[in-house]
């Protein structure tokens, strides 16, 4: 039965997903995303930031499965710079530049090209389907929630953040705090009364979730990038012999299934997402490896597992924001933000009132990867020839596009300001070593949480026991207490900070 | 400087003098207190030095602001409680990061990207004062060129034609395309 509904609810999916149009828009969104992946310093997250008002004229369908494929469209990309340039495209490649880029200068460039294409291409197909068996139950779960186990599972989420942040655990709480004052911002909307609005009535509404991370993750980008000019030592613009050998694949297929496997738990876990994947991914190649010493000479391995992991865990990181509408990652924020301009409420509701819309995603997620792997392989010259436009004029784009893109979501002339304003910001908190992740979901959680708290202490007539009384909701909170504890302990950071090096 | 002279100074020039990267100046002693004792300490961690600064007085602002807020009851919390509740754990957070960066060795501030930040934040603020005004022709050209400014690779010939090209590209894509109600060049002649 359960299999039943699973085959009824994807051909929904698909009769969503295949038609003309969304296969167009999920064309469109594999395409830039490809094209971010392989531009060094544009991410996916302020990518999609510039596209949200963009996607406000397009249906909600087009517009989410468009979205979505920019961001496991730039897994694809990404791995193409790191193996051609020793630069990641993305974060989530970095640790493809150690062997990619080995294989590359020893005029491998082709097979370690196609297993990152095909082992993100599995790896997209498995997440793909766990999505879908994962959703249903996972969305029954959430309906027996009640305000307080809400509550708890935000704290969860957000202490994840912390943990798994990079760089000082102690400046992530502070981005979290920082965020969630970003995000009281505007009239409160149980009382009405107004917070932190200066008299600015721009602000009564609160700040805005795309000049914000607009500011943050594109213009500081560009600040930061401006400063320290990048080098580009393009191995060779042509890829010859793409096909891997026999022997490329045999290595190929545990490491492939391995990652697959990891990328797509961590993919699950809040604050993890492509990033964690393909670290850990890497890690645990060079401890399976029988000659773990030849890791960064050029072994397939330490392409084909990272480069599935990333892209598993980018897909798996959807899980948490469709069936429980709490965001695991700044770019499943950025999903949120692309939900509510359309006026869908994320949660455990989306899936029963827009089923079409649900399951349409899914299936072109699908649809999205195996459209990459045709992208990425046989046209991968064409990408090649993206890194030969030079930062210096790449950054006047995006500035450009980022002036524009806010401008177009309220024909605003003042939400411009603000950008030049969260830019600065974003700059300060770079040059603090403060990663923006963790500020952005406290912004998007902080509003959440003040919400459901109330609600939690009304129905409990102010007894704040309520929290651990519900037997979920201790649950979280003891999950969220441990996990603060295991990170305290330094042993356990000190091997944290030397994944995160390697 | 003598000893005496520096316990004079004020909290803000101590900090001007005394921490790394505002000055870029070497790691010093910050004096506290009166003359005859005064408690020697390095900042051995400008960066989070700097950021638990940064922290506490975000932190102290907000509470400032929110001084007034109502905090309701305990079975409706209202308006000041998360609020403040934030700000205090913000400013707690920032002393730990204080603290932190007196007992351990860790990274300075390192030098600001002053044209940079500059440059583009003026280009984004110019963009925003102008495309009502200017229309889409003119204020894209003097943003973009502000931003050009930013960074000393501009090379000014390749530069001119990509600015001709991006304008051409914002007027189809974003006037003629998606329709966007910005006029293309400035409305009649005066300023209004």
């Known amino acids: ?373 045709v992208l990425n392989l046989p046209m991968i010259g064409l990408w090649v020839r993206l890194l030969l436009v030079p930062y210096r004029l790449l950054a006047i784009a995006v500035l450009f596009f980022c002036c524009i893109g806010v401008y177009s979501l309220n024909n605003s002339a003042n939400e411009v300001l603000f950008i030049a304003a969260f830019g600065l910001l974003g700059y300060l908190l770079i040059k603090l070593d403060c990663e923006p992740a963790p500020l952005l979901l406290g912004f998007i959680l902080g509003p959440m949480m003040e919400v459901y708290m109330r609600r939690a202490m009304l129905l409990s007539r102010g007894d704040p026991w309520v929290f651990v009384q519900r037997p979920l909701s201790l649950t979280f909170l003891v999950l969220a207490g441990i996990l603060l504890l295991l990170v305290i302990l330094p042993f356990i950071r000190k091997g944290r900070e030397t994944a995160f090096q390697e | 400087m003598s000893r005496q002279k520096r316990g004079n100074l004020s909290l803000r020039e101590d900090l001007r003098v005394n921490t790394p990267g505002i000055r870029g100046a070497v790691e010093s002693a910050i004096f506290h207190g009166r003359r005859t004792w005064c408690w020697r300490m390095q900042i051995r961690n400008g960066q989070d030095f700097a950021t638990g600064l940064f922290f506490i007085a975000i932190g102290l602002g907000a509470y400032w602001i929110a001084f007034d807020y109502p905090m309701g009851t305990a079975m409706r919390p209202d308006t000041g409680v998360l609020p403040k509740a934030l700000a205090w754990l913000l400013v707690g957070t920032g002393l730990i990061l204080a603290v932190k960066s007196l007992l351990a060795d860790g990274p300075r501030l390192t030098g600001w990207a002053w044209r940079p930040a500059i440059m583009i934040t003026i280009a984004t603020v110019a963009f925003a004062l102008l495309v009502d005004r200017l229309g889409l022709v003119l204020t894209m050209l003097v943003s973009m060129t502000l931003a050009a400014i930013g960074t000393p690779e501009t090379r000014w010939r390749e530069y001119a034609l990509f600015a001709v090209f991006m304008v051409v590209l914002g007027v189809v894509v974003f006037i003629y395309g998606l329709g966007m109600p910005i006029p293309t060049w400035p409305k009649g002649l005066s300023w209004r």
């Open chain 1, 1 to 373: 039965m359960a299999l039943d509904g699973l085959l009824a609810n994807l051909a929904l999916g698909l009769s969503v997903a295949a038609t003309m149009q969304n296969l167009m828009w999920c064309l469109m969104g594999a395409v830039i995303g490809t094209a971010v992946g392989v531009l060094p310093g544009v991410g996916p997250v302020a990518t999609m930031a510039l596209l949200l008002p963009v996607t406000y004229v397009l249906p909600a369908e087009g517009a989410l499965i468009m979205l979505a494929g920019i961001y496991y469209g730039a897994q694809y990309g990404g791995s193409t710079t790191a193996i051609l340039v020793n630069l990641p495209g993305e974060s989530s490649s970095v640790v493809t530049t150690l062997d990619g880029y080995q294989m590359a200068r020893q005029g491998r460039a082709g097979p370690a090209l196609a297993i990152a294409a095909i082992g993100s291409f599995f790896a997209g197909c498995v997440a793909t389907i766990l999505i879908a068996a994962a959703a249903p139950p996972l969305t029954q779960l959430a309906q027996k929630f009640a305000p307080a186990d809400y509550f708890s599972l935000m704290v969860l989420g957000l202490v994840f953040s912390i943990v798994l942040a990079r760089g000082s655990i102690v400046k992530a709480f502070g981005m979290v705090f920082l965020g969630m004052l970003l995000g009281l911002v505007g009239t409160d909307v149980n009382t009405g009364n107004l917070r932190f609005t200066f008299d600015i009535s721009d602000l009564f509404d609160g700040l805005g979730f795309v000049p914000l991370a607009m500011g943050i993750f594109g213009i500081a980008e560009i600040i930061a990038n401006l400063t320290n000019p990048e080098r580009r030592d393009l191995v060779s613009s042509k890829v010859s012999n793409l096909w891997p050998s026999r022997e490329d694949f045999r290595r190929s297929r545990g490491p492939i299934l391995r990652g697959t496997a990891l990328g797509s738990i961590l993919g699950l876990l809040p604050g993890g997402g492509a990033v964690l994947g393909s670290f850990s991914a890497y890690t645990l190649e060079k401890k399976v490896s029988k000659t773990p010493e030849k890791f960064g000479t050029g072994m397939i391995e330490g392409v084909a597992g990272p480069e599935a992991a990333n892209n598993a865990a980018a897909q798996t990181s959807f899980i948490p924001m469709l069936t429980l509408g709490i965001p695991s990652n700044a770019v499943m924020a950025m999903m949120i933000g692309g939900m509510m301009i359309h006026g869908i409420i994320p949660g455990p509701q989306v899936m029963e009132q827009r089923p079409g819309l649900f399951w349409g995603m899914i299936v072109s997620m699908w649809f999205g990867n195996l459209m990459l792997i």
